[in-house]
């Protein structure tokens, strides 16, 4: 295994807290596949991983505390979710109109609502990346797997709807 990767993820309960069990469950499958497989690495050479990754909010901002094995800190990034809100807010929409379609529609309208939520899921992840560039590298699946996670952790959140 590559050292430049996340061995575990642990999350805010005072800035993130789950709203009920079925957030819950959907954090923790986040996370889960998260550490499945990922490929993440600070830029700088220096600070090699393996990695374990905290994640909280502050004013509206992502702050991911990156430490070593050993739980030594050594980086921490900020970065707003402002520009996430809309594609976050829209994947919510699609992902709830994906569920009814299963049970009413038929498979080719299941299909398009579902192609519909993997362009949104793209447009999230790609962002991140962007945001994540100058300081963590991170491949297109791993960008995909914390967006995810970062969904999960605002299912329901005034802070991502409002």
Known sequence: MSPNRVISVDIDPKSL??????????RRVAIFDLLERNSFSLISPA???????????????MVFDISRE????????IFSLSPFRGIIRDY???CESYHKAISTSASIQIEAI???????????S???????????????ETSRRLF???????????????
């Open 17 to 26: 807290a789950a709203n009920g069990p079925e957030a819950e469950h959907e």
């Open 92 to 94: 919510f929409m699609i």
């Open 114 to 124: 579902d192609m519909a939520r993997r362009g949104i899921h793209n447009e999230g």
């Open 47 to 61: 600070n090699a991983g393996p990695y374990r990754l905290k994640l909280s909010e502050i004013d509206r901002k």
């Open 126 to 140: 790609d962002l991140l990346r962007e945001r994540l560039n100058d300081k963590i590298k991170v491949d297109i």
């Open 148 to 162: 995810t996670l970062i969904c999960a952790l605002h299912s329901g959140a005034k802070s991502i709807k409002a």
């Open 70 to 77: 050993d739980h030594t800190l050594i980086y921490t990034y």
